[in-house]
């Protein structure tokens, strides 16, 4: 089982930047899909997208599609949120969790869950 820790994460301005990293250990991270995961204030965990094993194919939510890009490197265990042109209602707590049967990573499946981190974007 991965065990997983999130880095980044804080304040940002709308229309900027930032990234954010989900980094595995415990078990070999290429064998996982990752996926990104948010929830705001009083919400549900919605998912923001997901990269399967060895980043061949990638999936968005239609709220991120074209701003946010994942990415990954597996000699580091670790996994890439990159997310541009940033909008207030980005403001959320993200998650990455992993899934190691799937190519695509669902809240109902995953078998292990980061720390989550608080992204807010305000001026």
């Known amino acids: 089982q991965v065990q997983l820790v999130q880095s980044g994460g804080g304040l940002v301005q709308p229309g900027g930047s930032m990234r954010l990293s989900c980094t595995g250990s415990?078990?070999?991270?290429?064998?996982?899909?990752v996926g990104w995961f948010r929830q705001g204030s009083g919400t549900e965990r919605d998912f923001v997208g997901s990269?399967?094993?060895?980043?061949?194919?990638?999936y968005y939510a239609d709220a991120v599609k074209g701003r946010f890009t994942m990415s990954r490197d597996n000699a580091k265990n670790t996994a890439y949120l990159q997310m541009d042109r940033l909008k207030a209602e980005d403001t959320a707590i993200y998650y990455c969790?992993?899934?190691?049967?799937?190519?695509?990573?669902?809240?109902?499946?995953?078998?292990?869950w980061g720390q989550g981190t608080q992204v807010t974007v305000s001026s």
């Open positions: 990269i399967s094993w060895e980043g061949g194919n990638t």
């Open positions: 415990g078990d070999t991270f290429s064998h996982y899909s």
């Open positions: 969790g992993v899934d190691r049967f799937r190519d695509y990573v669902r809240a109902e499946t995953s078998s292990s």
